[in-house]
């Protein structure tokens, strides 16, 4: 029986892997395929995948876990830009509407505060409640 190979394939820009066994079914050959997932590190054999997390693969050893301390971090994705939360600030501090919002909820202005600062950035992370036609 031929070994096992691993086969790469490419789509939207990212590589994935799937490791083919080969077969007989009815004396016709088949290959049974087993997802890997997205490559991390082809060298390595570095994959990941929802079900597995990130983990290692060589068609000698088969599968084996990665130590969390190796493991490659994602992309990040938290950006952190607080230019236009510092604009929205003096505006605020200027206007005489940064006390008000101080002293609207005591004990729980930088909740406020920060509320204030994070709609503008992203204006479609609240959920709108409708009541009675009213916003």
Same mark, same amino acid.
């Given at each position: 029986?031929?070994? /096992?190979?691993?086969?790469?394939?490419?789509?939207?820009?990212?590589?994935? @892997? /799937?490791?083919?066994?080969?077969?007989?079914?009815? *004396?016709?050959?088949?290959?049974?395929? #087993?997802?890997?997932?997205?490559?991390?590190?082809? +060298?390595?054999?570095?994959?990941?995948? %929802?079900?597995?997390?990130?983990?290692?693969?060589?068609?000698?050893? *088969?599968? /084996?876990? =990665?130590? =969390? !301390?190796?493991?490659?971090?994602?992309? +990040?994705?938290?950006?952190?830009?607080?230019?236009? @939360?510092?604009?929205?600030? #003096?505006?605020? #501090? %200027?206007?005489?509407?940064?006390?008000?919002?101080?002293?609207?909820?005591? *004990?729980? +202005?930088?909740?406020?505060? !920060?509320?204030?600062?994070?709609?503008?950035?992203?204006?479609? /992370?609240?959920? +709108?409640?409708?009541? *009675?036609?009213? =916003?």
């Amino acid at each position: 029986m031929a070994k /096992s190979f691993i086969h790469y394939h490419n789509i939207k820009g990212k590589i994935y @892997a /799937s490791v083919y066994t080969p077969r007989k079914v009815n *004396g016709k050959k088949d290959n049974q395929p #087993q997802y890997l997932g997205r490559v991390i590190d082809k +060298e390595k054999g570095v994959y990941q995948n %929802k079900v597995r997390g990130m983990f290692s693969y060589s068609l000698d050893k *088969g599968f /084996s876990k =990665i130590p =969390i !301390a190796n493991q490659v971090p994602k992309n +990040e994705n938290l950006i952190l830009d607080f230019g236009d @939360a510092y604009v929205l600030y #003096q505006i605020l #501090q %200027k206007c005489g509407y940064w006390d008000l919002f101080r002293a609207t909820l005591p *004990g729980w +202005e930088d909740t406020l505060c !920060a509320m204030v600062f994070y709609k503008p950035k992203f204006p479609k /992370s609240y959920i +709108e409640v409708h009541v *009675g036609g009213a =916003i």
